[in-house]
């Protein structure tokens, strides 16, 4: 079965940082592109970032760039986010999410003063 | 970034009653290896997002027969052939030929 838990979510002030992690199982994580997906309250889903098997290639959405940072750990099966300069608009659940198809349960983070 | 766009909206349906959905990419989808990246998402209420479809048409493990996928260049529909009541919640469709990844701003379906 495959699994992917998210954690590292809280409560942020304006200009602070955070850093999501996920633990993944159940499918071959060092074959896989991984990303980050996220979804404001109330809102759509929106591709963050995302990082290639072996880690050589990153993307980002523009309004991340520069501020947060994709990393993987193949030997752990896990993914991270590392996420500063964080704005009230990045409130949202963010989603851990293999290939394609495979989704977290999302962690929430909330930047707000 | 491409633009996915959805119609409609809301979608109410009476149970056993079929459903279309529509989304439109803003450029062509075609990948260089002659794929289509197009894919669809059905988000239940307080659930993550699960992909139904991929590549236009082709439905994931377990999910049902009566949800099918179609089109071609920019234009593409998810069918439900007769809706549920477990079909409630909001789709998505979803591109991943170009950087940014892009999702269409979602339809809510819901039972009359």
């Known amino acids: 079965e495959v699994q992917l838990v998210e954690s590292g979510g809280g409560l942020v002030q304006p200009g602070g940082s955070l850093r999501l992690s996920c633990a993944a199982s159940?499918?071959?994580?060092?074959?896989?592109?991984m990303n980050w997906v996220r979804q404001a309250p109330g809102r759509g889903l929106e591709w963050v970032a995302n990082?290639?098997?072996?880690?050589?290639?990153?993307y980002y959405v523009d309004s991340v760039k520069g501020r947060f940072t994709i990393s993987r750990d193949n030997a752990k099966n896990s993914l991270y986010l590392q996420m500063n300069s964080l704005r009230a608009e990045d409130t949202a659940v963010y989603y851990c999410?293999?290939?394609?198809?495979?989704w977290g349960q999302g962690t929430l983070v909330t930047v707000s003063s | 970034d491409v633009v996915m766009t959805q119609s409609p909206l809301s979608l109410p349906v009476t149970l056993g009653q079929p459903a279309s959905i529509s989304c439109r990419s803003s450029?062509?989808?075609?990948?260089?290896?002659?794929?289509?990246?197009l894919n669809w998402f059905q988000q239940r209420p307080g659930q993550s997002p699960r992909r139904l479809i991929y590549?236009?048409?082709n439905r994931d493990s377990g999910v049902p027969d009566r949800f099918s996928g179609s089109g071609s260049g920019t234009d593409f529909t998810l069918k439900i052939s007769r809706v549920e009541a477990e079909d409630v919640g909001v789709y998505y469709c979803m591109q991943h030929t170009h950087w940014p990844w892009t999702f269409g701003q979602g339809t809510k379906v819901e039972i009359k």
């Open positions: 990082i290639k098997e072996d880690g050589s290639e990153k």
């Open positions: 450029q062509s989808l075609v990948y260089s290896d002659g794929n289509i990246y």
């Open positions: 159940g499918f071959t994580f060092s074959y896989s592109w």
């Open positions: 999410v293999g290939g394609v198809e495979y």
């Open positions: 590549k236009i048409s």
